[in-house]
């Protein structure tokens, strides 16, 4: 009995990347998911990028125009995609929470709890090489004892994939001493994904996320 249903359940993908993608971004639309007054802000970009940016949760422009870092933090990391030659369009960028907490607050640790499975499933579904973290929320998802002044920069291996933690580009702009690190890890990226930088940090810190979220309850929706 482990049998033909296990094996048929396995076997799902025949969607297409876009499709499964769309099909997830259709099921948050409708779950009862914290912070259900602000729009949905999903992620975009090259679905087959070999690099995501996974930042904390959308701000006010961004639940206005319903896109990822389009403020003043997103200028900021457009140009520092730019600066090492790769193009936004290039890269897929999302968030961990993906709706606006009111007033720009920090998202609860409830919150992120709730939102943590679908972003697993989007990763899973993306499977792109390397992720970069951008601040110490999305950080914490794959490394739950990182510490984001320590870690910022190291490359981390988890489940098959590179986990770069990156400072959050607003915390960059506060700060020049943060924007400097930030520029120099960010300098890395492209030599990370070539594999030409390899794993280089205690990958014991990191967390086997696409087990845990088999773990993890969330609503899988019809298969079919
Ligand atoms: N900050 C984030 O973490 N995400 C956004 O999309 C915008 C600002």
Excluded at 79 to 103: A, C, F, M, Q
Aim: hydrophobic content about 40%; cysteine-free; proline content about 8%.
């Amino acid at each position: 009995m482990h049998s033909y249903i296990s094996i048929a359940l396995d076997r799902t993908p025949t969607m297409t990347k876009s499709e499964q993608l769309e099909k997830l971004k259709k099921e948050m639309e409708t779950a009862n998911l914290p912070l259900m007054e602000s729009n949905l802000v999903f992620g975009e970009g090259n679905i087959d990028s070999p690099v995501v940016f996974i930042g904390e949760a959308p701000g006010f422009n961004e639940n206005e125009q319903r896109r990822p870092f389009v403020g003043r933090a997103g200028q900021l990391l457009n140009e520092l995609i730019k600066s090492v030659g790769w193009k936004r369009e290039d890269v897929y960028i999302t968030n961990i929470v993906k709706r606006r907490p009111p007033d720009n607050r920090d998202p609860l640790p409830e919150e992120i709890e709730t939102y943590k499975p679908y972003l697993a499933r989007q990763m899973e579904i993306l499977n792109p090489q390397v992720i970069a973290s951008l601040g110490r929320f999305s950080m914490n998802y794959f490394l739950p004892f990182g510490k984001i002044s320590r870690d910022q920069g190291k490359v981390f291996e988890a489940a098959g994939r590179l986990i770069v933690p990156l400072f959050h580009p607003a915390a960059a702009l506060r700060s020049t001493e943060v924007l400097n690190q930030l520029k120099s890890s960010f300098a890395r990226l492209p030599k990370i994904v070539s594999g030409a930088i390899k794993p280089e940090a205690d990958s014991s810190i990191a967390v086997d996320f696409t087990a845990r979220r088999k773990k993890e309850t969330v609503p899988q929706g019809s298969l079919f």
